[in-house]
Nanobody, 114 residues
Framework: QVQLVESGGGLVQPGGSLTLSCAASGSIFRLQSMGWYRQAPGKQRELVAIITSSGGTNYADSVKGRFTISRSNTKTTVYLHMNSLKPEDTAIYYC????????WGQGTQVTVSS
């Protein structure tokens, strides 16, 4: 089993920055990739960014150039650095880990509003 715990959400003004963290514990050797999804009210959950075990990254078109995914040297924590935030980035952000199974965190709210 893998446990994922997010932190760092909150309220930020448009154009501001925020960094989310996801701490993984348990059988993290099972994970082949980690990343972030988000779900806005009334919308489907969508992929935001992913980082593979080899360090490769991929981003949703809507966040390219504004968000950066990174991880700790121990590969136990994944970060999502969010810059130039827009109101449409408002959502619950979920950390996920994928291997033979998929694991989810509890989610953290990000609200972009003036």
């Amino acid at each position: 089993q893998v446990q994922l715990v997010e932190s760092g959400g909150g309220l930020v003004q448009p154009g501001g920055s925020l960094t989310l963290s996801c701490a993984a514990s348990g059988s993290i050797f099972r994970l082949q990739s980690m990343g972030w999804y988000r779900q806005a009210p009334g919308k489907q959950r969508e992929l935001v960014a992913i980082i593979t075990s080899s360090g490769g990254t991929n981003y949703a078109d809507s966040v390219k150039g504004r968000f950066t995914i990174s991880r700790s040297n121990t590969k136990t924590t994944v970060y999502l650095h969010m810059n130039s935030l827009k109101p449409e980035d408002t959502a619950i952000y979920y950390c996920y880990g994928a291997g033979s199974s998929t694991y989810w965190g509890q989610g953290t709210q990000v609200t972009v509003s003036s």
